[in-house]
């Protein structure tokens, strides 16, 4: 009969007695010996693992929702354009790569595109252009500036995708998500792509060809998962980071009430990933973003 005893102490699994059918230990066999010994070292090597988990805790959880809204693709109103594209993402859906980019980016089917493999086959194959695309670098993650200063995200690598089916070269121009009829307008785009939330009334109005909506996102203010702030009762003085674009402020103005409750605000110049690293490193206690934003994070 074997015995072993933990010490708390140590955090480690200690063979303090061992006794087999009361042979000595002098006796044991010392091939059985030196297998439990590399047992019992395995388990104080894991012990401390266990107790770490992740470092930077990338858990977060949403407090309250203040704007909610839908992205959308956004073309010239009259341009044929927004038919081969819809047609490129319906092939591209067919074959798995939307759902493919899904898992990558959220862990989740998040973004939804109608499915038909055989879609380019009714509307023709255009011919090759260069395919300008208004990308918002405030929408992360589908749209943003990586740490290399290239363009990326999940909207970035699915316009890839479309422009290689469709044999277009891609070009990307950031511009803000209010001045999309005037990009549009004036020729400087072909398509506003990439977390681009449009006015309806304008939508409804006709001043944009509008393709989906293709995934809902709020405006939200998260937490840190464990952090205890569960409820917009807990918001009161507590230091929130944000954005400092017209679409951040305008969603926090929206809601006075909510507003007047926090102590610090704290306004960044680098987007989503400032806010988050700004909440990780305990430089606040909330912060504003997008819902599609704090997804990404909870899966990381």
Not at 10 to 32: D, E, H, V, W
Not at 66 to 76: G, P
Not at 131 to 156: E, M
Request: aromatic share 10%; hydrophobic share 40%.
């Amino acid at each position: 009969m074997s015995q072993l005893r933990y010490s708390k102490k140590k955090n480690c699994a200690i063979l303090l007695q061992y006794t087999t059918g009361g042979m000595p230990l002098s006796r044991f066999s010392m091939k059985n010996m030196k297998k439990t010994i590399c047992i019992l070292l395995a388990i104080c090597l894991c012990l401390p693992i266990c107790a770490c988990g992740n470092p930077q805790g990338y858990g977060v959880r949403a407090v309250v929702t203040l704007v909610e809204q839908d992205y959308i693709l956004a073309f010239r109103t009259g341009d044929i354009t927004v038919f081969y594209v819809s047609a490129a993402l319906q092939v591209l859906n067919a074959q798995g790569k939307i759902d493919e980019l899904n898992r990558k980016w959220f862990g989740s089917y998040l973004v939804t595109f109608e499915k038909d493999a055989e879609a380019l086959n009714k509307t023709g194959m255009p011919e090759p252009r260069n395919f300008v695309v208004g990308i918002d670098l405030d929408s992360f993650p589908f749209a943003y500036k990586d740490a290399n200063g290239a363009y990326w995200g999940f909207d970035v690598e699915l316009a890839m995708a479309v422009c290689e089916l469709l044999d277009w070269q891609l070009s990307l121009q950031p511009i803000e998500t209010v001045d999309t009829y005037v990009e549009l307008s004036s020729g400087n785009i072909d398509c506003a792509w990439g977390g681009i939330a449009l006015d309806q009334k304008m939508v409804e109005e006709g001043k944009y060809e509008p393709l989906g909506p293709y995934v809902h996102n709020d405006i939200i203010i998260a937490s840190r998962a464990g952090s205890g702030i569960t409820s917009k009762i807990q918001l009161r003085g507590k230091r929130m980071a944000m954005n400092i674009n017209d679409e951040s402020r305008e969603a926090l103005e929206s809601v006075p009430s909510i507003k007047n409750k926090l102590g610090q605000i704290i306004r960044l110049t680098g987007g989503s990933v400032e806010c988050f690293q700004y909440l990780y490193d305990n430089k606040c206690d909330l912060v504003l973003t997008d819902s599609t934003a704090a997804l990404y994070y909870k899966n990381r």
